[in-house]
Each structure stands twice: as structure tokens, then as C-alpha cells.
């Protein structure tokens, strides 16, 4: 185990970074179609191909998720890696022809000093399929890298987290975060994650809660009420799971995301979690997918802490700072 989204047999993910731009693209490949959905509960989403994850819908499975920055433009991004598993032949048969299901959701970076001047056409097609190219098992880059390129949070640089956990009965599952929040993943001014009750072997730096809380703790503390964020995802389980109950998995890894940052869901956010089952170990009894529920949200609430743990500032005038320039 890595403690991170490879953890579960059949996935792959790939970044494409750029820090010249101050934003980036990751893919996360399944070796076959997963069963898959999702839920978007920030109040200014951007997605793409997401209303075919509601589990009213037809489609079943996905062939890979996107996470991109851009905001809309980095909508683009899935072009790229739905072009690269065109050309190796995978994608949903309709009649003689395939399609490849790639839903994609983007966050907000194009205000964090990277230059964005990128003529008539964003370059987030052409990332996409370098991220595509990229995408390997086993170990993969945690921080400013890839979707976590240009982001920040309210108080520190925001970037890719991951984490993984295994149920009594030995099924895994593990997230994986691109952390952009409106809202804090740390505690009022200080290097405490909001995560600390859910932390592995100091995976965040084994800081815990602070000794007591203040009012001013627990003030809001966000971007600025003009400014878009978002945090985006993916969970992933290597159980067999229904369309509805990958769903219900998705809103789990939200409480996750809830109970990591604060405040979460604001109306300026876009957060949106993924969700799939890659069905290779079947499930058990109800209990099975209680504990798979529980531990969604607490994996996603790990891999937010770990993406601002990792992070590292951009290499731009006025750049935010990051966690670990002040307190590692």
C-alpha cells in the first residue's frame, strides 16, 4: 500500500504540469470500464459529461475521469485523453464505432499569477493527452503537480492529496483530491490540519488539533466573496458496486471533503467528487458497504490535508504561500 489512489488494482494516474502557466491537468485510467458516478455539491461547478454519472442515467461506466485547472477553459482537457484511448481502442461500443466516457470536472486558477496568454486556443487538449501519456501505476507526484498546479486555499497553496484504507473484510479504497478551497484546510492562523482526527502514521505532519480552540478558529476564513475555487475528485473502491451505490459513495467522500475544510460548498466553490468500482472483489453484506461509506469520507478528508501538505509555492511574483514554507 502507497496510500494513494493506485492503491486499488486497475488504476492508473497521469499529470500534466506546467508552472510556467501555474496550472496543470490529471488523469485517472481504468484498465477496464468502471462502474461510476458522482455528485456536485459547490454552488459553481464546471464539468464535463457529468449528467451521465446520475444513476437515473444510461451509461454505466466510465473509461477514465479528468481533473483539470482552467476553469472552463481547461474543458479541453478531456478531448485530449479520450483522443488517447481512441487511438488504443477503448470507449463505450455504439454500433460500429467506440466512444470513450471520460467526465471531467475543472477548478479555478487563472488568477493565482501564471501567464495565462495562451493566444487563440488554452493548451488544456494537448495537456490532457500528455497526462493520458503520462499515467503509469504505483507511485505518482503529490502537491503542486497536475489539476493542483495553480491552487490555493483560503490561508495556504493548495495541490494534489491522496490517501487509501482497506475495510475489515479487505476491500480497498482511496481518493484522490486536486484541493482549490474558497474556505481552510488548517485551523485559524495556524499549521493545524481540520483533518488531524482522521491522519496516518503523520502523513500531514502528525501536528494533531491544537491544545483548545478559539472564536477566531473558527471564523471564516475564505478567498474573497468575488473569487471562484473548487475542489475536485475522484474515490475509488475495488469492490463490486451498483451505479446508485458508487452514488452514495460520492456523498460520503463530500463529508470527507466537509470535515477537512472549512467552510466547504460555498456558493463561489464547484466541488465535485467522483466516484467508481472497479469490481474485483466482490461485496459482501450491507455492513460491507457501510464500512466502504465511512471510510470514503475518511480517506477524502486525508487526501485534502495531504494536498496542502505537499504543496509547494509557484514560482511567480506575490506566489502563495505554502504550508510547508512556514511550518516544515
Known sequence: MLNLLTDIEGVAVGHATDLVLGSGVTAIIFDEPAIASGSVLGGAPGGRDTALLDPSMTVQSVDAFVLSGGSAFGLDAAGGVQAGLRQIGR?????????PIVPQAILMDLLNGGNKDWGLHSPYRD???????????GAFALGTVGAGTGATTATFKGGIGSASAVTSSGHRIAALLAVNAMGSATVGDGPHFWASAFEKNGEFGGLGFPQQFT?????????????????IGVVVTDATLTKAQAHRLSIMAHDGLARAVLPAHLPGDGDTIFSAATGRKPLGDMSDFAELCHLATV?????????????TSLPVPNAQAAWRDTYK
Do not use: C, P
Not at 478558529?217 to 478567498?223: E, L, N, P, W
Not at 480517506?299 to 504543496?311: D, K, L, N, Q, S
Open 127 to 137: 495537456m490532457g493527452h500528455d497526462a493520458f501519456q503520462a499515467a503509469q501505476k
Open 299 to 311: 480517506v477524502t478528508a486525508r487526501a485534502v490535508a495531504r494536498g496542502v501538505y505537499e504543496a
Open 215 to 231: 472564536d477566531d478558529d473558527t471564523a471564516m476564513r475564505i478567498k474573497g466573496v468575488k473569487l471562484k475555487a473548487t475542489t
Open 91 to 99: 470507449g463505450l461500443e455504439v454500433g460500429t464505432t467506440r466512444v
